[in-house]
Each structure stands twice: as structure tokens, then as C-alpha cells.
């Protein structure tokens, strides 16, 4: 069993900052990429950064904003974003691919979710 736990989300002015957090917790041998998205009401749900095969990657509206890094040790992943827009509300959700340790195969995983809101 993998379980992505997140963490960081809440309100903030505009211009404001937040570090959001998603630690993967179970029996995980290899990370493969950990993908954050976000979707907000009546949207559809869009990739943000993440860090994968192909290295570092960034939606191009946020890459001057928005950092991503991982700890391996911790199998966690951080979304920093700064000066924070009312445009970046969302639900924002952590991806996993990573395989297991028992059967050895590799699967997606996604974090519940949590919740930023820009707003004065």
C-alpha cells in the first residue's frame, strides 16, 4: 500500500508565498516522477512542474513563480510558489509513478489534494 499525504495548502494575499509538501508513504522501491497539477472549479485538471525522466520540467506560466524539488530520502516532493495570483486558486494535487517493492511493478499514485486560495 503507497499513500501521497499533502501538505501546505491555504489562503494567501496576492504576492504572497506557499510551500506545499507530498510525502509518499508505503513500500516503494523506485520513484519514477513526481508531477504536481492543479484544477480549479469547473476546470480541468493541469500539469504545474514535476520532476521525471526528462528532468525538471514547468508549465511556462509559472516557471518564473513556481520551484519544485524532491527529498529522495523522504520520497517527498515541494511545489514553492511565489507572488501568488488569484488566478493560482486551486486544488492542487501530488503524482507519483513509482514502482513497489512487493510486486515490482510500477503504478500512478495521487496525493488527496489541497486547497490554495489567493484572495485579498
Known amino acids: 500500500q503507497v499513500q501521497l499525504v499533502e501538505s501546505g495548502g491555504g489562503k494567501v494575499q496576492p504576492g504572497g508565498s506557499l510551500t506545499l509538501s507530498c510525502e509518499a508513504r508505503?513500500?516503494?522501491?523506485?520513484?519514477?516522477?513526481m508531477i504536481w497539477y492543479r484544477q480549479t472549479p469547473g476546470g480541468r485538471r493541469e500539469k504545474v512542474a514535476g520532476?521525471?525522466?526528462?528532468?525538471?520540467e514547468y508549465t511556462d506560466s509559472m516557471k518564473r513563480r513556481f520551484s519544485v524539488s524532491n527529498d529522495y530520502s523522504r520520497n517527498t516532493t515541494y511545489l514553492q510558489m511565489t507572488d501568488l495570483r488569484p488566478e493560482d486558486t486551486a486544488v492542487y494535487y501530488c503524482n507519483f509513478y513509482a514502482r513497489l517493492i512487493h510486486t515490482g511493478a510500477s503504478r500512478d499514485f495521487w496525493g488527496q489534494g489541497t486547497q490554495v486560495t489567493v484572495s485579498a
Open positions: 520532476i521525471g525522466s526528462a528532468g525538471t
Open positions: 508505503g513500500d516503494i522501491l523506485e520513484l519514477h516522477s
